[in-house]
């Protein structure tokens, strides 16, 4: 069983820094990409950016060049720094996970609040 524990979300004013983390644990063999997505209230979900094994990076141009992906190998683990946020960054982060027979995990998600 594949588990995905996300954590780092919160509240922060427009212009700030959060950093959120994704950890993926249980039985798997090769992951292929790990990457987050958001969904806003009313909104469906939405593609953010993800990141693959070699790691080539894919941002959504509405967060290219204020959000950083980056993962730690060793221990299945993908940061996102996201700086200079808006109030329209504000949603439940999801973290997704794909492994090289194609079969994805999600998280439960977390929240991010950015107040103007």
């Known amino acids: 069983q594949v588990q995905l524990v996300e954590s780092g979300g919160g509240l922060v004013q427009a212009g700030g820094s959060l950093r959120l983390s994704c950890a993926a644990s249980?039985?798997?063999?090769?992951?292929?990409?790990m990457g987050w997505y958001r969904q806003a209230p009313g909104k469906q979900r939405e593609f953010v950016v993800f990141?693959?094994?070699?790691?080539?990076?894919n941002y959504d141009d509405s967060v290219r060049g204020r959000f950083t992906i980056s993962r730690i190998s060793a221990k299945n683990t993908v940061d996102l720094q996201m700086n200079s946020l808006k109030s329209e960054d504000t949603g439940v982060y999801y973290c997704?996970?794909?492994?090289?027979?194609?079969?994805?995990?999600w998280g439960q998600g977390t929240q991010v609040t950015v107040s103007s």
């Open positions: 997704k996970l794909m492994l090289n027979d194609g079969s994805e995990y």
């Open positions: 249980g039985s798997f063999f090769m992951i292929r990409s």
């Open positions: 990141i693959t094994s070699s790691g080539w990076t």
